[in-house]
């Protein structure tokens, strides 16, 4: 692929080059503001810049990884782009995990170094990690103390010091970041993107919605997350636009922030705007200023995209479809679809990416036949971390990833989500896979067998609910299990229903049959 047009200000494709041109284009243009701190455009630059100087000197070389557990917050983005400079790989971890979660992460992608934070919503993430096993971990460095204390380093030194190291040259096809994907085998994968990958995805994505240098984009989306990350505050950085990081979902604190700094960028999953929508803060607050609306999920109301329109004042509300393996996008609605459109399609392959269909032997099926969901392009992911035999099951010799989801193309093009990635269901905007939690679940000391499909709820959507088979001698009570379950998983894998069972049900192979205990539930 050519260099595209709207790139032409970037010598290189890299997110050093990127921030680098940025601070000399838009200078003292605030970057990034948070509650007490706003960084400029070249802040990011000179800041970033002195702590790639300490990474450097504390060992990172080209390709290494450095671990960042923490809310979306300024320290994180500053820690990012330090990485990316020092040539390093970012590897984000989810802030709901446990430590059991976090260290297997840790421990998979190697990394040498964790940024995390000590005071986040009353959790130490470093004490999480106090009786795990990390031989490849070298230092934790805090990114909300400012004092050296035990094994951490001083982030405010990093940030304010530079040191005389030479840093490394970074191409367009280094890896820049190993995102970790739960998927139905229930062991965490780490999905790598290079540079060129995500700048070439993100001004495709940050063009076409219209994100532009006159925007206020506050990001709820999780930083962990891709569309936190690569559409959230990466995009804002290539658009110029001036990105507000927020760490906890509040529907009053989002609509009191869109008043006071008339936000006009707010993308999330669809119960975001639900949740505003039920706000009686909306009556006395003016959130006139809000301009763009990103959401993706399998089916959205029609009545939602109408109020955010309506009700809400956006003027483009796009819908879109994406995964991790896919650089985080694969369609999108066009700005000018109409509310059934943007409601019950996922809209249409971005430029250079080919969508097609396809039946159980692999054919390609005619348009309006439900199929599986195959993506081709320059967006698809190089394969997963030191996982060989799950790249090649996942992307096939003529580099088609199969997606695993189910989908209907229509005659132009654009893709409905019929089924989402075998039994995986949607706690809440994330993404939970009952293999995983059976495998966590499965860990107790009582347990034999465990099965969990996903519930609807009316506030998350869908939650978790666990059918388990004890061992023989062995006593457990719902609570129990759910206590143990809040200390050893992310909250939203959580059951929220226990049904102790004699056994499961399982067909002639010996698989359990999910379906059965859906329709017993």
């Known amino acids: 692929m050519g260099k595209d047009i709207r790139l032409k200000y970037l010598n290189k494709l890299t997110i050093p080059a990127l921030i680098e041109t940025q601070a000399e284009r838009l200078s003292s243009k605030p970057a990034l503001i948070s509650d007490d701190k706003i960084y400029s455009f070249k802040d990011l630059h000179n800041l970033s810049t002195n702590i790639a100087t300490h990474l450097v000197d504390l060992g990172i070389s080209h390709g290494d990884r450095v671990a960042i557990w923490a809310p979306n917050m ?37 990394a040498k170094i964790l940024f995390s934070v000590k005071t986040f919503l009353g959790v130490d993430y470093f004490k999480l990690l106090e009786n795990e096993q990390l031989p490849h971990l070298q230092h934790q460095i805090s990114l909300d103390d ?37 998927g139905t085998t229930g ?40 569309f936190g990350y690569k559409a959230g505050w990466l995009a804002a950085v290539m658009r110029g636009a001036t990105a507000y990081p927020f760490p906890v979902f509040d529907a009053d604190q989002i609509i009191e922030t869109i008043n006071r700094e008339k936000i006009s960028m707010l993308p999330g999953p669809p119960t975001l705007y639900q949740s505003i929508l039920t706000s009686s803060l909306i009556e006395d607050m003016d959130i006139s200023s809000l301009r763009l609306g990103v959401t993706g999920a399998a089916s959205i109301p029609i009545q939602l995209i109408r109020d955010m329109k309506e009700k809400l004042g956006f003027e483009t509300v796009i819908t879109a479809y994406g995964l991790t393996e896919s650089t985080g996008v694969v369609t999108m609605c066009t700005p000018d679809d109409d509310y059934e459109t943007i409601a019950t399609t996922s809209g249409c392959a971005i430029a250079d990416v080919e969508v097609k269909c396809v039946n159980q032997d692999g054919q390609e099926i005619p348009v309006g036949e439900p199929g599986e969901i195959l993506v081709r392009g320059y967006n698809i992911t190089q394969g997963y971390f030191n996982n060989p035999e799950a790249t090649a099951e996942a992307i096939d010799s003529q580099g088609w990833l199969h997606t695993g989801d189910i989908g209907i193309l229509d005659q132009n093009g654009y893709i409905k989500i019929t089924d989402r990635s075998k039994d995986m269901f ?9 293999a995983e939690i059976e495998n966590i679940l499965c860990d107790h000391p009582a347990i034999s067998q465990a099965a969990v499909i996903g519930i609807e709820d009316k506030r998350m959507g869908e939650v978790a609910k666990a059918f388990i088979v004890l061992k023989p001698d062995q006593d457990l009570s719902e609570d129990a299990l759910v206590q143990w379950s809040r ?35």
């Open 487 to 521: 200390e050893n998983m992310a909250n939203y894998k959580v059951p929220r229903d226990v049904e102790f069972v004699k056994d499961l049900p399982t067909n002639a192979a010996g698989k359990i049959m999910k379906y059965v205990l859906k329709d017993e539930s």
């Open 74 to 110: 300024t320290e994180w983005v500053l820690a990012a782009i330090a990485i990316h400079k020092a040539a390093g790989v970012i590897v984000p971890i989810n802030t709901r995990m446990k430590g059991k979660e976090a260290a297997y992460i840790l421990n998979n992608s190697e």
């Open 426 to 434: 949607i706690v809440g905007g994330f993404n939970a896979y009952p």
């Open 146 to 182: 400012n004092e050296i204390s035990g094994s951490t380093l001083s982030f405010l030194n990093l940030k304010e010091n530079s040191l005389k190291v030479e840093l490394p040259e970074v191409s367009e096809t280094d890896m820049a970041d190993i995102i970790f994907t739960s």
């Open 187 to 226: 062991k965490p994968k780490g999905v790598i993107s290079s540079h060129l990958q995500n700048i070439k995805v993100f001004d495709y994505w940050s063009t076409y919605i219209g994100l532009g240098e006159d925007d206020r984009y506050l990001i709820v989306n999780p930083f962990f997350h891709t």
